[in-house]
């Protein structure tokens, strides 16, 4: 029994190496990225179709919120397995242009896109995005009585039935950082403050709260259009709404999707042929269709259904400086919200 | 022993080296509370995982008598099913429930908070107790059982004779489910609940130091520390008994033990009806399921070969561990250190991981399909270790003695310690394949591109919302496990 048992590791340990030990001569280009598998596989598919390059991919999880790759990448950094990181927002990937983690790339059709979607040293390259949207459960409450400005989110009567996720991760976090750079340290941390104690529901990330919203655990939530505008589609009484669109207002805020090539990637080649790929007209409009973008940055690509991107008022951001304040935001937040 | 100890070594010295550098501030938790709250939030979970086993165990031993052990070790092989599977069937079905509750009575329930976590947990776990727990029962000595029989014994009998010996295995299987659900925050976390675990995660996202948190995270080891100091204690009280016995119920008449009985068949129906029936019906929905299935076969040929590769070689590790400890006079520190890697947050390691084998000498290993097995084997060989070496223990020294005396050389010496523990090694194995397949938080981290664990995958999905699609992933999962319980199973000779 036990050479049996023996055997039959040897020969297990043999077929590993034979099914997954054996390389591929083809070309490949290896892409970490945050932004859903659903979603991102579809792209890595039609650029292997045009290009022959091989995707090697490697996904992050909801669970670990994007701090799993990046601190992956991070750890990496003396000899890194990643050519390309192809971030759904854009603070992580500022803060790893920070930690000398990415190098600069010449990406031609990077030439149409606005400055404020460019590193100004090339380290980084930002495309459509989406937006931070209040989903709504119209059969718990009508849309007239939801807030309809971020601070009338601390003040509505219903504060104890709405939801965010942990402002610690992802684009919550990215949303938090952007507050403090537009009001001040200050008022952000008092806002949140005011937020928590006001007994709003935070749990564990965007897809939950449009989860909650959806079985109608909670009124409304703050989440991301992708999340949104999937869940509309199965759900017909959600309904969504932007805020702060008012003449005085600050604007909605709409994360960008980034994409930057790293430093000693091991595939220079291949990595600037997929950032090509991936800020031309042509993906963008595959991920607008797909329901992923929903803010596209190039013009002629067809809106996204459901969102009038056209006509929404943008928060203006500085995202470098919502980096500077993106340490001092998680940390001020993780006494609020977590302790 | 490379694989096991050398990520700790190496996470330990970072974090000495950057406190004494300053860059690092030890920072036990401020926040005591919450540490409380969560330990009285797992051992909850592991109560209630015990008293639902126990039922179930009673039901078994009860319906099934002479086929019970054929029915324990499958029972012990159904903790392959993944956590999340119970998780996801579970809202489902209560939301369910509660709607047409909330409806009927105008009422404003909903599945979540502490309650939730604590059913969700008990369920995942129950194969856990409810299997140990039945082969205590069927451990218990031939002669107590006749004598039990002959005197129809009731009650009081069973409570002042069989509960005593079969509460080493109870106390035992609570303490196993507390453990492995400690680091745990993504059940919680799903129902909204926050636990020490996130606390810590959160404080990693906030500033990215892999070595603060480790320290902060120092009072939850010490904590688990304690229990497995209990679980060590206990172990040495257990008696089970793979063979040889004659399965027999003297209480099969008794109220007291038809009532308990009749709870662990509803429990066991929810069991396994709740998972099987919800999806079912979310898969269902799903267009194209065979090309569902074949667009994740290379995930889920790369999430068994993995999980089975560390599950068998994690063996070398634990026979090894079992023979130290067996002659160590210091035995709680030695099992102590051993338990380290496992008790240590997942991603804290797998960092330490990639700090390790991610340099000019190893990186060929790095980068290679082999490094997510690697890192299994540092963070699962405990469990084998822990089993095999609480297996030795029960043999005489003499006869230890004799094998080494009689069969000199170290490998002759642990072929025949293998022959003589064969079950308990396949148990253990059976058990650290099953933690591999659905852990992600280390896998995330170490798993190179290209290659993608079904676990991930499911995850990724899940967070979509294609609960169709993570449907029929999860069903294909379980009949694969069904189909490696079945090989096993025969392999055992039908549990003979």
């Known amino acids: 029994m036990i050479k049996r048992l023996v055997g039959l590791f040897f020969v297990a340990v043999f077929m590993f190496v034979a099914l997954f030990g054996c390389t591929n001569p083809q070309k490949t280009v290896v892409v970490y990225t945050s932004v859903d598998q659903v979603f991102s596989e579809k792209l890595f598919q039609m650029f292997e179709k045009q290009t022959g390059i091989k995707v090697k991919a490697v996904y992050d999880v909801e669970a670990s919120k994007s701090v ?225 973008i929903h803010i596209p940055v190039h013009a002629g690509v067809t809106a996204a259904k459901g969102l009038d991107s056209k006509n929404i008022k943008i928060m203006d951001i500085d995202f470098a400086e919502a980096y500077k304040k993106l340490e001092l935001s998680k940390t001020e937040l993780e006494k609020i919200f977590v302790k | 022993m490379f694989f096991t100890a050398a990520p700790l070594f190496n996470l330990v010295a970072g974090a000495l080296i950057s406190f004494g550098q300053g860059t690092t501030h030890i920072k036990i938790t401020d926040n005591l509370g919450l540490l409380i709250k969560s330990v009285a939030l797992y051992s909850g979970a592991a109560v209630l995982c015990v008293a639902l086993g126990f039922a179930v165990a009673i039901w078994v031993w009860t319906a099934f008598e002479k086929r019970a052990i054929k029915i324990a070790i499958l029972m012990l092989i159904l903790i392959l099913i993944p956590p999340f599977v119970h998780v996801q069937s579970w809202i489902y079905f209560m939301d369910k429930i509660i709607a047409v509750i ?160 009749a709870i662990g068949f509803v429990v066991f129906a929810f069991f396994t009806l709740v998972p099987l029936c919800n999806l079912i019906y979310e898969a269902a929905f799903v267009n194209d399921a065979l090309g569902v299935l074949s667009g994740s076969a290379d995930e889920f040929v790369y999430s068994l070969w993995t999980s089975a590769l560390s599950a068998v070689a994690c063996l070398i590790p634990a026979i090894i561990f079992a023979y130290l400890y067996f002659f160590s006079k210091h035995k709680v520190l030695l099992i102590s250190l051993a338990a380290l890697p496992f008790i240590i947050p997942a991603a804290i390691s797998g960092l330490s991981m990639i700090s390790l084998w991610n340099s000019p000498l190893l990186h060929n290993i790095y980068q290679s399909p082999f490094m997510p097995a690697i890192a299994m084997v540092g963070r699962f060989a405990f469990i084998e270790a822990l089993i095999i070496s609480f297996a030795l223990l029960r043999l005489e020294k003499a006869l230890v003695d004799n094998l080494r005396l009689h069969n000199p050389g170290i490998l002759e010496t642990f072929k025949c310690l293998a022959a003589l523990l064969w079950k308990e090694c396949l148990a253990g194995v059976m058990i650290v394949f099953a933690l591999a397949m659905s852990e992600f938080g280390m896998t995330l981290l170490v798993t190179p591109p290209g290659y993608q664990t079904i676990t991930i995958k499911i995850f990724n999905y899940l967070h979509y919302g294609a609960s169709d699609i993570v449907a029929i992933l999860c069903l294909a999962m379980l009949a694969i496990m069904l189909l490696i319980s079945t090989w096993v199973f025969l392999l055992l000779k039908g549990g003979r």
């Open chain 2, 102 to 261: 909330n409806s009927t009575f105008g009422l404003m329930l909903n599945f979540s908070g502490e309650f939730a976590v604590i059913i969700t947990m008990a369920f995942s776990f129950l194969p856990l107790t409810a299997g140990l727990c039945l082969v205590a029962l069927l451990s218990v000595p031939a002669e107590i059982n006749d004598q039990a029989r002959l005197e129809t014994a009731g009650r009081k009998t069973f409570l002042a004779v069989y509960f005593p010996l079969i509460s080493p295995a109870l106390l035992i299987s609570g303490l196993l489910v507390f453990l492995l659900n400690i680091n745990d925050y993504g059940i919680p976390s799903v129902f909204g609940v926050n636990v020490f675990s996130l606390e810590l995660f959160s404080l990693f996202s906030a500033n990215g130091d892999r070595y603060g948190v480790f320290f902060s995270s120092l009072p939850l080891v010490a904590i688990c520390l304690v229990v497995l100091v209990f679980l060590g204690i206990y172990m040495k009280r257990i008696h089970f008994a793979f063979s040889g016995f004659k399965a027999g119920n003297p209480f099969k008449t008794v109220g007291f033990i038809q009532t308990i009985s």
């Open chain 1, 68 to 292: 799993g790759l990046a601190n992956r990448l991070i750890a990496e950094k003396g000899q890194p397995l990643a050519d390309v990181f192809w971030n759904g927002e854009i603070l992580q990937t500022l803060d790893l242009k920070a930690k000398d983690v990415l190098v600069k790339a010449d990406i031609s059709n990077s030439n149409d896109l606005p400055n404020s979607f460019k590193d100004s040293e090339g380290k980084w390259f930002g495309f459509g995005g989406r937006a931070r949207v209040l989903i709504v459960n119209t059969k718990k409450i009508g849309l007239d009585k939801c807030p309809k400005t971020m601070e009338e989110l601390v003040t509505s009567p219903y504060v104890k039935n709405a939801g965010i996720a942990y402002p610690l991760f992802g684009t919550t976090s990215t949303q938090a950082a952007a507050l403090y750079s537009i009001w001040g340290d200050a008022k952000a941390k008092d806002y949140f403050t005011r937020l928590k104690a006001a007994g709003i529901q935070v749990v564990e990330g965007n897809s939950v709260v449009k989860d909650f919203v959806s079985q109608g655990k909670l009124y409304f939530g703050l989440t991301d259009s992708d999340d949104a505008l999937g869940e509309m589609e199965k759900n017909k009484d959600l309904a969504i709404l932007l805020m702060d669109q008012g003449a005085k207002d600050i604007g909605n805020m709409v994360t960008p999707n980034t994409v930057a090539q790293i430093k000693g990637a091991p595939h220079p080649e291949q990595a600037d042929a997929f950032m090509e790929f991936l800020l031309s007209k042509e993906a963008e409009q595959a991920m607008v269709d797909d329901g992923w």
